[in-house]
């Protein structure tokens, strides 16, 4: 019989100003405790979307690098009105919780992450029969290559911002459908393919967090942070139901490469992206 956790996920709300939820959670997306003032179909929901974004965060590895160590590190999710962050808990389990704007995030980090080590083993979850993890090293995105479409055109202004920010790596413009509208020049077919799915199901995950993070609108959503030892994904809020996604090295000045992607969207979008197949269906 699995144990409730729900006290242990407790210390967080309780000792973190402006923290509002934590959640524990297994791999394949089972609540295994929650803190009070979430409604069993929240805590369900929940589960099963950082479940999703745990599973499709640990297969863009290769797009942030092809290090050999592509641990993942953890995934943000950025709001208008708050945060939600999400971390590995032991083998097989994992702690996501929510925060106003305001909340101190190194304290939100030290909190959870010494949560975890005090836990230890206890936050370790079997998988199912037949439940997994995509492997570290390979190609996890590959089932999700589905008619994902070619690369489309190369955009300067996303080459522009590659080679002037030292460890920036790769930037692709997705359109409201997942499919590619513009790259940065070294993206074959097959990566801007995977990745374009791939982000275009970190993104819906991501929105059905909003509740979570104490919002109404999942169109509050700004951005998802994904943090590998080796590298950073970012992927962002375009305008027109644009949305754009990057990678670089771990050692790249993050704040400056989000910067300077996020300039890059206001001169790219809305205008262009109903241009390459949207035929006039900017909101």
Known sequence: MTTDMSWMVKDI????PRALHAVVLSADGLPRGATEGLSPADVRTISAAMAGMQSLSRATAHFAGLAQERQWNQTII?????????IGAGQGAYLAAAAEPDVDMEQMSFRMNRLVMRLGDNLAS????????????????SAQRAGAGGQGIVLPELD???SSVPGARHAVLLGADGLPRGASS??????????SAAMTGILAYSRATSQFAGGQEADEWQQTVIEFQHGWIFLISAGGDAFLAAAAEHDC????FTTRLKDVVLMVTPQRV???????HAR
């Open 253 to 256: 000045d993050i704040e400056e």
């Open 160 to 162: 522009e911002v590659i």
């Open 126 to 141: 079997r998988p199912r029969v037949g439940v997994g993890e995509p492997a570290e090293g390979g190609d996890g995105a």
């Open 78 to 86: 950025e709001f208008s009105h708050g945060w939600v962050f999400l």
């Open 274 to 280: 109903p241009q390459q197949g949207r035929a006039g």
């Open 186 to 195: 070294g993206m074959d077919k097959d990566l801007a393919d995977t990745i």
């Open 13 to 16: 709300v309780d000792n973190v």
